[in-house]
Nanobody
Framework: QVQLVESGGGLVQAGGSLRLSCAVSGNIFRSATMGWYRQAPGKQRELVATIFPSGFPDYADSVKGRFTISRDNVKNTVYLQMNSLKSEDTGVYYC????????WGQGTQVTVSS
């Protein structure tokens, strides 16, 4: 059974930093494309960052230069380092794993106060 568990969300002032973690159970991690999505109130869920099994990352234009996605294939964990946070980064952040089918975590709230 595959499970994704996010942690690291919270309340931070604009300009601050947070690091999100997503621990993945099951035997898919090394082969899975991992992603972070976010959903702001009243808006659709959007892709923030992706990291492929090779380790190659990709980012939404809105977070390039501020966010860094990384993966640890020993700990089966994917991270999202978020720096220079803005109020528009506020939302629920979801971890996503794609390997044949798509798996989602339960989400973690990030609130950036201006």
């Amino acid at each position: 059974q595959v499970q994704l568990v996010e942690s690291g969300g919270g309340l931070v002032q604009a300009g601050g930093s947070l690091r999100l973690s997503c621990a993945v159970s099951g035997n898919i991690f090394r082969s899975a494309t991992m992603g972070w999505y976010r959903q702001a109130p009243g808006k659709q869920r959007e892709l923030v960052a992706t990291i492929f099994p090779s380790g190659f990352p990709d980012y939404a234009d809105s977070v390039k230069g501020r966010f860094t996605i990384s993966r640890d294939n020993v700990k089966n964990t994917v991270y999202l380092q978020m720096n220079s946070l803005k109020s528009e980064d506020t939302g629920v952040y979801y971890c996503n794993a794609q390997w044949g089918i798509t798996y989602w975590g339960q989400g973690t709230q990030v609130t950036v106060s201006s």
